[in-house]
C-alpha cells in the first residue's frame, strides 16, 4: 500500500504522541463524569481504539453509522443513520469521536440529534480538521491536526474502503484514481 501513496502528511509517531496528548486533556475534562465516548463509523475507529487507551477515566463507548459520503469523494450533503446508539443518552455527557470534519455536516446534524434526546453535553474530538471545506458553522472541541484542502487516506479514512488500516495520514498518488 505504500507505495500507492503520492505523500505521507502525517506520521504514525506524530498520530500516536498527539493522542496520548488528547487522552490526557480529556481525561482531565471528563474526570467523575463517566462520558458516552460515540465513535462515527467506521473512520473513528482507529482513533477511538487509541484514544480510550490513552484515557486513564471511567468511561463508557458506543459506535453509530452514518452515511454521507457513499463511495464518492465529494460529501452528498444529506446524513443517514445506518445503524443508532445501544444507549439512552440522557443526561450523559456524551462525546463523538471522529475522524475528520469537512463540510461539517455530519456533525451538525448528530450534535443537534443529541441535544434533542436530552444529553447533558455534546462535545467532538477529531484527530482531522479541514477547515477549507466547511460549509456549516461548526468547529471541533478537541482538534489532532489540521490538514489542507486535499483528499487523505489512512489512520480510518478510506478510498472506496481501502487504507482505513495505514497507521498514518497521507495522500494517494493520482493515477490511483484512474
Ligand atoms: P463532513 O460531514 O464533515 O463533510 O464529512 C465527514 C466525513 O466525510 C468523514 O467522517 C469522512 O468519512 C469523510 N471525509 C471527509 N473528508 C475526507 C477525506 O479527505 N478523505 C476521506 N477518506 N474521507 C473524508
Known amino acids: ?53 490513552a484515557m486513564d477515566i471511567y468511561l463508557e463507548i ?3 453509522d452514518v ?10 450533503g444529506e446524513v443517514k443513520i445506518l445503524k443508532d446508539l445501544d444507549t439512552n443518552v440522557e443526561g450523559r455527557h456524551v462525546l463523538f469521536v471522529e475522524d475528520i470534519i469537512d463540510t461539517g455536516g455530519t456533525l451538525a446534524y448528530l450534535k443537534d440529534m443529541f441535544k434533542y434526546r436530552k444529553a447533558a453535553s455534546v462535545k467532538i ?4 480538521d479541514k477547515p477549507t471545506g466547511r460549509k456549516i ?19 480510518g479514512l478510506d478510498y472506496i474502503e481501502n487504507y482505513r ?8 498518488k493520482p493515477e490511483i484514481y484512474q
Not at 67 to 76: L, T
Open 62 to 64: 458506543d459506535f453509530m
Open 137 to 155: 458553522d461548526i468547529q471541533a472541541d478537541w482538534v489532532g491536526f489540521e490538514v489542507p484542502h486535499e483528499f487523505v487516506v489512512g489512520y
Open 165 to 172: 488500516n495505514l497507521p498514518y495520514i497521507g495522500v494517494l
Open 1 to 53: 500500500m505504500k507505495n500507492d501513496m503520492e505523500k505521507i502528511l502525517i506520521s504514525e509517531e506524530e498520530i500516536q504522541a498527539k493522542v496520548k496528548e488528547l487522552g490526557a486533556i480529556l481525561s482531565k475534562e471528563y474526570e467523575g463524569k463517566n462520558p458516552l465516548l460515540v465513535g462515527v463509523l467506521k473512520g473513528a475507529l482507529p482513533f477511538m481504539a487509541d484514544l480510550i487507551k
Open 67 to 76: 452515511s454521507s459520503y457513499g463511495n464518492e469523494m465529494v460529501s452528498s
Open 125 to 128: 474530538v477529531t484527530i482531522l
